[in-house]
């Protein structure tokens, strides 16, 4: 096949074709993962070297002369001949470095290239997650700031209820988004290499090498660390990391995932009364046969990337559950779909997220005109009140705007008129107010309680501190895929 249709015939995810930044793909491509496998090589053979084993500076120096032109050719032959990917590539590294060809791999067993390599490849993910995600508060920040004052309908049970602002309701989806970031962190800050414990967690093969030197097998494990950029591994394990890390990371990703699910629901609904729009693009169609469709597409794909997250951190739970002592390879299939996925799938998330904040579009005319045809209802305890302490009885006061209300509310109901409420109440002289008088208590913003002020105060004192802490990971343009 020609003109760019090579692939047409087998299957491609998704997650790679229209949804995942190119970044998150590399993180999780057969380059960043081969290449990973060589610098911990190499960190081994310099671990050895230091702590007294007879190789060389000059076998190091080819190590590194070679850590990132990968002979994946020679790779590939050598796994058909021996089914074995880590062997073939330590095969592969020895061509290309025959003074160091017998020192490659010295004391290792499979897993710690296979998963110390996991771990910081689960790493530089979360890293890149948690960019984006601090890109998306500072975007929803603004946003709320700018709207703070902005009086809209809340709801209950998606019925009207006491109104707010819609920047106090961006708030509520700002503090779920800080929720994760604290989540976030802490998965990160226990993030753990499994050094180099040998094939069953005992290092019983540097006890051979090191010839019984606790001292020196000790050292072993942190010098490794600090040379890949972590400050520990793990004290203790079988021959893998416990996958309860997959678990802890993936449960991170779908409470993301979750946030991102609330945020477009709430869109989806305020786009259907047309009060707020996600982006729409100029020669976007929105439906085949209904031309003046604006379908709410990109929080649709937020929600339905989100489902498939959620579902997702089920699989490291079950994988974890089911090991058998010191390692079974039962989990290894799973890992090689489950964890690259959530993380495409989550970064293609973020970046919807950040892409509909930055283009949502506030119609205020709508939403005061919705606001106005409820607010009589909602000022009705207010009218009470004035009407209780001119004299009036509180509890036949409550009962007759009961009366009313429903008057009112059959009205435009059953008959699509407008709201009376306010006319009703004038008319009956136990209330003893003017119809003027009742409609200058419709003022919206009195009804919002300290909704202005909330959103001020948490942006001062929650999301500042964030935004200044993180100054070095702002700007990141929001751009979406197909």
């Not at 089911?322 to 890992?335: C, H, P």
Request: aromatic fraction near 8%.
């Amino acid at each position: 096949m020609k003109g760019g249709y090579e692939m047409n015939d087998r299957y491609q995810t998704p997650l790679a074709e229209r949804y995942a930044s190119k970044e998150m793909q590399y993180i999780f491509s057969p380059d960043m993962k081969f290449k990973t496998w060589r610098r911990l090589w190499i960190a081994l053979a310099e671990t050895e070297h230091e702590l007294g084993l007879p190789i060389t500076q000059e076998q190091i120096d080819e190590l590194k002369a070679h850590k990132d032109d990968i002979n994946y050719e020679d790779a590939k032959r050598r796994e058909k001949e021996v089914r074995h990917d880590v062997m073939s590539h330590v095969y592969a590294y020895g061509l290309q470095c025959p003074k160091a060809k017998g020192i490659i791999h010295l004391g290792a067993t499979s897993c710690y290239v296979g998963d110390n390599t996991d771990i910081i490849i689960m790493t530089e993910g979360l890293k890149l997650v948690r960019k984006k995600l601090v890109n998306v508060i500072d975007e929803l920040s603004k946003f709320a700031d700018k709207y703070k004052a902005q009086p809209t309908l809340a709801f209950t049970h998606f019925q009207p209820a006491q109104p707010t602002t819609v920047g106090k309701r961006a708030t509520l989806w700002l503090n779920e988004l800080v929720m994760d970031l604290e989540d976030l962190d802490y998965v990160l800050s226990t993030m753990k290499l499994l050094g180099c414990k040998g094939t069953t967690g005992t290092q019983a093969s540097f006890l051979e090498l090191f010839n019984g030197d606790q001292d020196k097998i000790r050292q072993i494990d942190g010098k490794i660390a600090e040379k890949m950029g972590f400050d520990a591994c793990v004290p203790v394990s079988g021959q893998t990391y416990s996958r309860k890390v997959d678990t802890r990371v993936l449960n991170v990703l779908a409470g993301i995932a979750a946030s991102a699910h609330k945020f477009s629901n709430d869109i989806r609904l305020l786009q259907h009364l047309k009060e707020v729009e996600e982006p729409f693009e100029k020669s976007q169609i929105g439906s085949s046969a209904m031309a003046y469709k604006r379908n709410p597409m990109r929080s649709e794909r937020m929600a339905s990337l989100a489902d498939f997250v959620i579902s997702d951190a089920l699989n490291p739970a079950i994988v974890s559950s089911t090991q058998w002592f010191e390692r079974t390879l039962d989990d290894s299939a799973n890992k090689r779909m489950s964890v690259p996925e959530g993380f495409l799938a989550v970064d293609g998330i973020l970046d919807l997220y950040l892409n509909v904040v930055d283009g949502l579009v506030v119609y205020d005319k709508v939403i005061i005109k919705h606001m106005m045809a409820e607010l009589p209802f909602m000022a009705t305890e207010n009218i009470m009140m004035d009407a209780v302490k001119a004299g009036g009885d509180r509890q036949e006061l409550h009962e007759k705007i009961r009366e009313l209300s429903m008057i009112a509310g059959k009205r435009v109901k059953q008959e699509g008129l407008d709201n009376n409420l306010l006319e009703l109440i004038a008319a009956e002289p136990m209330f003893g107010v003017t119809l003027e008088e009742l409609q200058s208590k419709l003022d919206p913003m009195k009804y919002v309680g300290r909704s202005k002020e909330q959103v001020d105060e948490y942006l001062a004192d929650v999301i500042k501190p964030i935004l200044d802490a993180n100054k070095e990971e702002l700007g990141m343009k929001a751009e979406i895929n197909v």
